[in-house]
């Protein structure tokens, strides 16, 4: 992307985030830090990794541990490495619970 094209999408996006309440800033920012959550899990695998997307955790006890900027809100845990030589069965839904054709 060049500069100038660069320059106009950021300022189409301040300006977005400027219409927005906090609640919903937030709530708008916890989704984007799910996508990009999901191209972690599908990119640890492809290179051969395992993970495990969390969530139930304290943030501010993250925070603090971590020692984070104040503005930082963590939105999930996520470690990556090798699983148990031994899973556990996978549950999953069948695939016609989960797609929809239209
Ligand atoms: C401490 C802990 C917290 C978890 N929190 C979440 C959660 O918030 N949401 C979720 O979908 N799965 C959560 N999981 C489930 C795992 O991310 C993962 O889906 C589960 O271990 C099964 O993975 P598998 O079926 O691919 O083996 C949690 C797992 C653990 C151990």
């Known amino acids: ?6 320059e106009t999408y950021v300022n189409y996006m301040r300006g977005f985030e400027k219409g927005l309440s906090s609640e919903q800033r ?7 830090c799910y996508l990009a959550l ?6 640890a695998k492809a ?7 969390m969530e139930g955790f ?3 006890g993250y925070v603090a541990a971590l020692k984070l900027p104040a503005h930082i ?3 999930a845990l ?6 148990s030589d031994t ?3 996978k549950v999953r839904f069948a695939k016609e619970d989960v797609f929809m054709r239209i």
């Open 1 to 6: 992307m060049d500069e100038k094209s660069l």
């Open 73 to 75: 809100v963590p939105v």
């Open 78 to 83: 996520c470690p990556i490495g090798y699983a």
């Open 26 to 32: 937030l709530s708008w920012a916890q989704r984007q």
């Open 38 to 43: 999901s191209n972690a899990l599908n990119g």
């Open 47 to 53: 290179l051969g990794f395992d993970s495990c997307p």
């Open 87 to 89: 899973p556990k069965p």
């Open 58 to 60: 304290d943030p501010k």
